[in-house]
């Protein structure tokens, strides 16, 4: 195999953000960006000759393109092995499974998960260690720092490989597999749930269900296990053809952007169960006959059911939520005597503590929640849990819903997401309430009174490693939270996101309207933040 040596510049713009780089196709396709990219990401590993490198994507536009370069400067810098996903796509959790199965070295995932995809859109790529999930921070600092200064990069001189054909092909002395994306993934799921109990309810007619797959990975993982393996009818899986612009839709799951499963499921005959999943199909969107669950609800329902289902049978370690997920899973976990952890938001946090048996459940109020099976959250698994649970407590998701929150209490909860702002005003904002921070405790507005005001920071209780600034929290005496951070995974400007929450025991007040509910915080976070203030605007781009 002819290696050649290249002499490329190096870019400053390449920081991996909450999950890896993602920019805009077309900055991508700049001569170099990617080799540079990935180079870096070879540069910054040791001992990794001879071993095997998993590699995949969610499909989108420059998928294929990028995974033949990838190749190329893989076999250069000397893996032996590269498993990867016909027609080169993994989603997120499976790649995260494939990793560990075949004990590969680590992988790459080709992604930028829910945001748009197509030429004028956006592409992504991160790295995954040995035990499957996200490389840690040091990780991608030491990562950046390479990108800065990186003179050369190696490629081999081989040509495009058929990525199409299940099979092995050896080139010299690289071996590459091609294997199906969904058969290993498949496997895992029925060794976790109750696929029988699962088919029978669907046969039966307890279970009628609709899964959008919004033209994303997770068409052909939703149609082999829900239609094949579980015999739910053709039909159930919508958009379930993965497209590389994803239909010019925004691929991610939540009552916004997943419109025509959410008016189905608020139409009168509806089915009972309904679920979406993102690019990459890490994250999900679970609903039943006219009822959405939030995020932070489910992780903290999936905790409070989890001896229901097969693999959790004997019982979970503990727990973990990122810091803005809200606190109704913390109320499960001291109830049930479980150790409950708060980390930053983006999964690579929750890697050491799954490592260690720490925790078992982890989610995010991203609609991403997972536990130990993988090392990245998982849609399509969070939707399996959901229906064991319907299946083994013959309840609708409605019903399961109430009696948690009768069991627990609300933690009524919304997110505002201002996109595209102008990144001088966003800094501007973030730097208002910063100076706002020192004068806050002990203030009170309205009904609430400021007990805690503040930037999260984190400390691995595994290697003690510290993230500092990782959000604003304002946090009050009867435990309702505003909490402010940019996004790290946008591309365009920046992204600001306000979470609110409220704690209500009341069983009487369980059935009201969050925007409405949390009405007052809403105005108060604005007080603090003046986004509309400083960008002009009336409301945010997205409310969750
Ligand atoms: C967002 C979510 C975060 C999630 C991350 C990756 O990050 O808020 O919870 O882990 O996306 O998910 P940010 O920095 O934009 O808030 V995915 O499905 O995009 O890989
Ligand atoms: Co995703």
Redesign the pocket.
């Known amino acids: 195999m002819q290696i050649n040596t290249l002499s490329t510049t190096a870019y400053t713009d390449q920081k991996p ?3 890896g780089l993602r920019k805009k196709v077309t900055v991508f396709q700049q001569n170099n960006y990617l080799e540079n990219f990935v180079q870096s990401i070879f540069n910054s590993l040791d001992g990794f000759q001879g071993q095997s490198l998993v590699l995949g994507g969610d499909g989108r536009y420059f998928n294929r393109e990028a995974i033949q370069i990838i190749i190329k400067i893989a076999a250069a810098n000397g893996f032996s092995e590269l498993i990867i996903g016909q027609g080169g796509l993994l989603s ?1 959790p499976a790649a995260s499974h494939i990793i560990r199965k075949y004990k590969a070295f680590g992988g790459i995932i080709l ?1 930028a ?3 748009p995809g197509g030429p004028d859109d956006d592409f992504g790529i991160k790295y995954n260690v040995n035990n499957g999930g996200p490389a840690p921070e040091k990780f991608t600092d030491a990562l950046f720092e390479n990108t800065n200064s990186i003179t050369e990069y190696k490629i081999a001189e081989i040509s495009d490989l058929d990525l199409d054909n299940i099979g092995q092909q050896q080139i010299d002395d690289l071996i590459v597999t091609i294997i199906d994306p969904v058969a290993d993934y498949a496997e895992l799921m029925a060794s976790i749930f109750d696929f029988e109990l699962l088919k029978n309810s669907i046969s039966a007619g307890f279970i009628t269900l609709c899964f959008d797959a919004m033209h994303a990975i997770t068409g052909p993982y939703a149609t082999r296990i829900l239609e094949d393996i579980l015999g739910a009818p053709k039909g159930t899986v919508i958009n379930g053809i993965p497209l590389e612009d994803f239909g010019g839709g925004h691929p991610d799951p939540n009552m916004a952007h997943a419109k025509e499963l959410t008016d189905l499921m608020f139409a009168e005959d509806c089915p009972t169960f309904g679920a979406a999943s ?3 199909g ?2 999900n969107m679970i609903m039943g006959a006219n009822v959405f669950v939030t995020p932070s609800d489910s992780l903290a329902i999936m905790a409070a059911n989890a001896h229901l289902i097969p693999a959790y049978a004997k019982g979970i370690s503990g727990v973990a939520r ?1 810091m803005p997920t809200s606190q109704a899973v913390d109320r499960v976990a001291t109830k049930m005597g479980l150790p409950c952890f708060e980390t930053p ?3 690579k946090y929750f890697g050491n503590l799954l490592d260690t048996g720490e925790i078992t459940l982890c989610g ?3 609609f ?1 929640s997972g536990s130990d099976h993988v090392r990245e ?1 998982d849609g399509l698994w969070a939707v399996l849990f959901w229906l064991n649970l319907i299946a083994k407590r013959r309840q609708p998701v409605e019903q399961i819903v109430q009696e948690h929150w009768q069991t627990f209490g609300r933690d009524i909860y919304c997110r505002h997401d201002y996109e595209a702002v102008d990144l001088e005003i966003a800094n501007g904002i973030v730097e208002h309430l910063r100076n706002q921070l020192p004068g806050l405790a002990g203030q009170s507005f309205g009904d609430y009174t400021v007990k805690y005001a503040d930037e999260f920071s984190y400390t691995d209780p595994i290697d003690n490693s510290v993230s500092n600034n990782q959000g604003i929290r304002i946090g009050f005496e009867d435990g309702s939270r505003i909490i402010y ?1 940019l ?4 591309t365009v400007g920046a ?1 600001l ?1 306000i979470y609110l929450e409220k704690f209500e025991a009341d069983t009487n007040k369980h059935d009201q309207d969050a925007q409405h509910a949390l009405s007052f915080l809403i105005n108060l976070a604005e007080q603090f933040c003046e986004v509309k203030k400083r960008t002009g605007r009336t409301e945010p781009t997205v409310i969750t």
């Open positions: 953000g909450t999950s997120t992604s998960s829910h945001n993102d690019g990459d890490d994250r990122s938001t983006g999964w995010e109020e991203s991403g959250k951070r996004s790290g995974t946008g992204t996101r």
